[in-house]
């Protein structure tokens, strides 16, 4: 019985997201306090989506840490395996607020120490979906954590799931990044990426074909690229590709999460059973739903009524 829809493994920290608009940190004078991390924020939109996730990070024995705790059980999200460790602080990223991709410092520390103590076969037994990062992948002992668990998930019939959030300060090489996602890919997971993650990753612009062709190339089903304003392309194996536009805003307030919730919307519908162009639109509408907000998406709206 699939009593856990998502289980969320990766980075949970708190961003201090730029007060300034459009400006680099350099220029960044005032800084307002939200949680982050890409797992942490899927897990917090599927609870508020009425689904059952579990989010599995590690945070420091601070004042940070039960600030974690205290936001994610506020929206439903199950903390039980959250670890809390004395020996190092909760992970902090300071972010500049912007329309486009965000320039960012990281200063990690608690998150990357994630442990297969934490991710139990009885909870993937349980579970639909396992969903990591990048991020989550760049750094030991997080890395080997999550491809170990990552296989076992893969082998009891857990649909996996990786958000390519490839950033090359937070890895050795490039060269050990194109590894070890492609390690990841050959369980076949739903693949999230976007033309910055791509430019970044491959180090050079490819075509879109071509970006496709190496994630089906190394086992891959399914790969949807977001386009920012162009909306997004989706390919699956051996069948045509879809494009669909994004929604327009009049107004981008700040586009920290935006990947994040729209890759939410994405596999909340695909839990749901939806067809693919359904879960694309979905995804699509809250990401423009997040993109109208700082920070997180606003607790002073139910989400799931503006989706439907």
């Known amino acids: 019985m699939n009593t856990i829809d998502i289980i969320s ?21 005032d800084y307002h306090r939200y949680l982050g991390g890409s797992p942490a924020n899927v897990a917090m939109n599927m609870a ?6 579990v989010l599995v990070a590690t945070v420091g024995d601070d004042g940070f840490g ?37 320039d960012f410092i990281p200063f990690r520390k608690a998150d990357c120490c994630i442990y297969e103590d934490q991710i139990t076969t009885e909870l993937l037994k ?11 992948l760049s750094k030991e002992p997080a890395q080997s954590t999550i491809l170990k668990k990552a296989k076992e998930a893969f082998e009891l019939g857990c649909k996996l799931s990786l958000d390519v959030n490839y950033a090359k300060k937070l890895w050795k090489s490039q060269e ?39 994630f089906h190339g190394n086992g891959v089903e399914t790969i949807c690229l977001t386009l920012g304003s162009s909306g997004v392309k989706l390919s699956q194996k051996g069948k045509e590709i879809i494009q669909l536009p994004a929604i327009k805003i009049e107004n981008v307030m700040d586009a920290t999460g935006a990947g994040d919730a729209f890759w939410s919307g994405f596999l909340y519908a695909y839990i749901k059973e939806k067809p693919i162009e359904d879960c694309l639109e979905v995804a699509l509408k809250l990401a423009a739903l997040k993109l109208q907000n700082v920070g997180r998406l606003p607790d002073n709206i139910d989400v799931l009524s503006e989706l439907l």
């Open 126 to 136: 349980k579970t639909k979906i396992f969903h990591t990062t990048c991020f989550a």
């Open 66 to 102: 039960e600030y974690v705790f205290h936001r994610l059980s506020q929206v439903g999200v199950n903390t039980d395996y959250i670890k809390k460790i004395i020996d190092k602080p909760t992970s902090v990223i300071f972010v500049s607020r912007t329309d486009g991709t965000p």
């Open 176 to 214: 050990d990044a194109v590894n070890i996602v492609k390690a990841y890919c050959q369980y076949d997971p739903l693949i999230k990426i976007s033309e910055d993650d791509m430019l970044r990753f491959f180090e050079k612009k490819l075509p879109h074909e071509d970006i496709f062709d190496f």
């Open 9 to 29: 493994v990766g980075e949970v920290l708190i961003d201090f997201i730029g007060h300034q608009q459009g400006v680099q940190i350099n220029n960044t004078r």
């Open 48 to 53: 508020r989506l009425g689904l059952k996730p």
